[in-house]
């Protein structure tokens, strides 16, 4: 039955999100909290609403654009490697990047 369905489909998403969840909180835990934990919730619960291979592709767009960012500030701006610098944005970044490339142009 639809009902049914439903159940197996909301519960993949779950299981998708959690997983993603888990092995972020581990990057995090062994990051020792380099990678914070807002920046794991906020991957589950893309992963659990967008799905995971979405939620990669907005992991792996956030990281190139940190690095770019990262590389400006070591370049030109002359900061030290210890520079802590928010992940989110780039998180956000990267699913509009996401977004953007998946929309066909008429």
Do not use: C, N, R, W
């Amino acid at each position: 039955s639809v009902g049914s369905l439903l159940s197996i489909i909301l519960f993949l998403k779950l299981l998708a999100g959690s997983s993603h969840g888990a092995v972020l909180a581990a990057v995090s835990f062994l990051s020792k909290g380099q990678f914070g934990l807002g920046d794991v919730k906020l991957l589950a619960v893309t992963a659990m609403t967008a799905g995971y291979s979405l939620a990669f592709q907005i992991l792996v767009l956030a990281l190139l654009l940190s690095f770019i960012y990262s590389l400006y500030l070591l370049m030109v701006q002359k900061m030290s490697t210890h520079t802590e610098i928010p992940f989110v944005p780039f998180l956000a970044a990267g699913a509009a990047a996401s977004f953007l490339l998946s929309v066909s142009l008429p």
